[in-house]
C-alpha cells in the first residue's frame, strides 16, 4: 500500500484463507451471483444487458464473477433494467457494507489526503486502547512531520492523488495529541526492520528515531521494538491496528481492510499477543533505537561538505 495515507501504515496481506482479504473477496462474489441471477430471472443474455445499459460487456461478466465492485448507480441500473427493483435496497446494503470493509485508495482519497486523516478522529475519540504492529515503517501516531511528509509523498507519487500534502501532515501532527490524554492507553510492537529501513533522508529518520526514544517513556504508552536476534512464535506478515475489541485495520497496497468479525478480531488479538510476547521494552528497546542511531549517524555528512 502507500506508505504514509493513513495513520495506520502497513504492507500487503499474503496469501491466507483466514484473512480478511478473503472474506471481502467471497462477499464480492455473493454480491456478483445474487447480481446474475436477477439477469437471467429476467431473460437478459450479458450482452444483452451491457447493451441495453450501454455498458462494454465485459463489465457484466466483471461484476458477476466479483472481479470488479459495482457502484451505487450500477446497481440502481442493474435492477431497473432487470425490472427487480425490489431488490435494490438490499444490494446496496450488502455492497456498502463491503466498501466499509475493503476501502480502495483511489476511490477513498481522490479528494486528497487530509480528509481520510479526519475520518478517523471519530474511532480516536471512543477507542481506549490502541495497538499496533508494524513491520516496516514507523506508526502514524509517532511520526514527526517530517517523516510523515515522505511517506505522504510516495502515496502521492504510487496513486497520482491531490497534493495536499501540507494539510495532510497538519492534519497528523495534530491527531498525535490523543498521546498525551491519560484516558487512553497505546501498545506499539515494531521491528528492528522498521528503525533501518531507508524510506527517507538519513536526517529525517535520526529525527525519527529520537521521537520514538521520547514517545516510550510516556506513561500510557507501550512501545516495544523486536530486534534481528528474536526468535519470533508469529511470522511478522504485515502491519495491522486494533481499536479495543472492535475493528482490525490492515492496509495493502490497492486497499484499505477494516475487519470486524469476532473471529478475526480474536485471531489477530492472538497475533499481537505473540509478536508483543517477543519484544524487547523500557530500556532494552531504547537501546535498540540507540544501536540504530549509532549505525546511522556517520551517514550524516560533516559539516562545510
Known sequence: ?????????????????????????????????????????????????????????????????????????????????????????????????LEVQHAEWQRILRTGLKPRQQEHIEWDQKTRLFRAFEATVIPGLLQTAEYARARFAEGIRRLKLPNDINEAVAARVQRQDILYRPDKRFHFVLTEAALRFRLCPTEVMLGQLDRLVSCSQLTNVRLGI?????????????????????????????????????????????????????????????????????????????DGD
Not at 465492485?69 to 455492497?95: F, Y
Not at 536476534?229 to 481492510?257: C, K
Not at 499477543?273 to 542511531?293: H, K
Open 226 to 302: 523486536i530486534g534481528f536476534e528474536t526468535q519470533y512464535a508469529t511470522s511478522p506478515w504485515h502491519g495491522f491496528w486494533m481499536n479495543d475489541n472492535e475493528r482490525v485495520l490492515v492496509e495493502t497496497f490497492s486497499a484499505a481492510l477494516d475487519l470486524r468479525q469476532p473471529q478475526e478480531i480474536e485471531l489477530y488479538g492472538n497475533a499481537f499477543e505473540q509478536l508483543a510476547a517477543v519484544a524487547s521494552y523500557g530500556r532494552s528497546a531504547r537501546a535498540i533505537i540507540n544501536r540504530v542511531i549509532d549505525d546511522l549517524a556517520p551517514a550524516l555528512p560533516e
Open 1 to 97: 500500500m502507500p506508505p504514509g495515507i493513513t495513520p495506520y501504515d502497513g504492507m500487503t496481506l499474503p496469501p491466507n484463507k483466514t484473512s480478511g482479504a478473503s472474506n471481502v473477496h467471497e462477499a464480492r462474489n455473493v454480491l456478483g451471483k445474487r447480481l446474475r441471477e436477477l439477469r437471467t430471472a429476467a431473460g437478459f443474455s450479458g450482452r444483452q444487458l451491457a447493451e441495453l445499459l450501454s455498458w462494454p460487456p465485459s463489465k457484466v461478466s466483471k461484476l458477476e464473477n466479483g472481479r470488479q465492485t459495482p457502484t451505487d448507480d450500477d446497481i440502481r441500473d442493474w435492477t431497473r433494467a432487470t425490472n427487480s427493483e425490489r431488490e435494490a435496497k438490499s444490494l446496496l446494503a450488502s455492497l456498502h457494507t
